[in-house]
DNA sequence: TTCATTTTGTTCTCGCGTTCACAAACTCCT
DNA sequence: AGGAGTTTGTGAACGCGAGAACAAAATGAA
């Protein structure tokens, strides 16, 4: 991340908060939509799956936006933190590559209904070309930098091999994207001032694994234990 | 996590070394792939894409698999990383919710390729049902139990809309799952002994985004003092 | 008005993780 | 054999984040 000067934007919210300001976003929609008007920190910690005190303090580095004694209006909050992450309103992205996982987040729901509106779909492999994947064509990927240039694009998902992956990223830094979400098992060598965030979905089932398999150990040398 | 007295087992390893494992397990499979038989810690590092003092750290929790003056055996911290983590031979794994995502997923070859077999795909819409789905039937959720019995599945992957995880995990959590990886936005509630990850796709888009707007409010401050 | 109650915002402490820096240990060359 | 050069493994310092605990502020009742 791009280490500046604390002194130049008072409000230096730590990365930790900024990892879950999207939780709490998502907990208090989910509020909404139930019609609850009000909430205290710990209603609203619950629902966001934290410790009360870690969600106050987190809220704490936005301002104070809560009213002593009543707790958070739902609405307002909401908007507070949807404008804190910067998504009152849509963010373009591309998606390059467009094979089984391409074609799932195309069709994510979630994207959209989130600030994210997906504008191009691109890929190498011209038997792709022309596809409508989620209401949108797949172009070729040499249409990147024509692309980014019209539609101001600034976040990038890789959904490449990993092979691939490198190569993509460079041509997307190279016209000015300056965030990229990649999906690719690889590690992305970028510029200061580009910001990369790694979805590894075989890594979180291995780290999973290393817990299961300590849990059957366990259970394995406490079964020995007991028969004596 | 069940906190353990550490008598009991000599080595704990702290859970952000587990989370980098697999990372590291992946850049020796690489360079195995590439024919480099040792490698120094300062290779290993930048191939993982981290700092070589905490690789070393790392490592050293596993145990002394280095020599001094020379660097590490590929192969052979390979295998004893992935005994570590447990990879060593296949988890059976089943996937709940065949949408678009529980598509990809099924195919995904980097599960296979990395220690995960999948067993068994589930949905509750009966049309899904009797689809072949990377060799693999898509099946009914109801035979749960019947399967995960039948394969000793430890494993369990849900990839529903978020107003069927909660149940899911509950059906999982009784037929003796005792580790999710959740896919679906929701906060998923699960007794002890249980672990739980998500992933949340939109969520690390709305981390970028969070970046990319402050990034754009000091550009145009910086605009004026230089573009560097 | 004044007091009791509720709930936020913040201070403080503790523990974990990261990083530096260096001693220990191994190889190679003379 | 002995010394120079590498590279690992680890002790120690440091900084960040989590959680407890409390003071400040708002409401409502008497």
Excluded at 73 to 94: F, H, M, N
Aim: contains cysteine.
């Amino acid at each position: 991340m791009t280490a500046r000067t604390s002194s130049e934007n008072a409000r230096e919210i730590p990365e930790a908060t900024v990892a879950r300001l999207p939780v709490y976003l998502r907990a208090l929609v989910t509020l909404a939509d139930d019609g609850i008007p009000t909430c205290s920190s710990e209603e609203l910690a619950t629902a966001a799956g934290v410790n009360s005190a870690k969600l106050r303090k987190d809220l704490s580095y936005l301002g104070s936006y809560g009213t002593r004694g009543v707790g958070y209006d739902v609405d307002y909050l909401r908007y507070q933190i949807a404008r804190e992450i910067g998504v009152t309103k849509d963010w373009p992205v591309v998606i390059v590559g467009i094979g089984n996982l391409g074609h799932a987040l195309a069709n994510y729901s979630g994207f959209r209904s989130r600030g994210f509106q997906v504008v191009a779909l691109l890929d190498a492999d011209p038997a792709q070309h022309g596809e409508i994947v989620a209401g949108v064509e797949v172009q070729p990927f040499d249409r990147l930098e024509e692309i980014v240039a019209a539609a101001d694009v600034a976040i990038g998902v890789i959904a490449t091999p990993a092979a691939a992956a490198q190569s993509v990223a460079d041509r997307m830094v190279g016209c000015g994207i300056t965030s990229i979400l990649n999906f690719a098992p690889s590690v992305l060598a970028v510029p200061d001032g580009v910001d990369v965030r790694k979805v590894d979905l075989s890594l979180e089932l291995q780290i999973l694994a290393y817990h299961e398999q300590r849990k059957s150990q366990t259970g394995a040398l406490l079964a020995d234990g007991g028969a004596a």
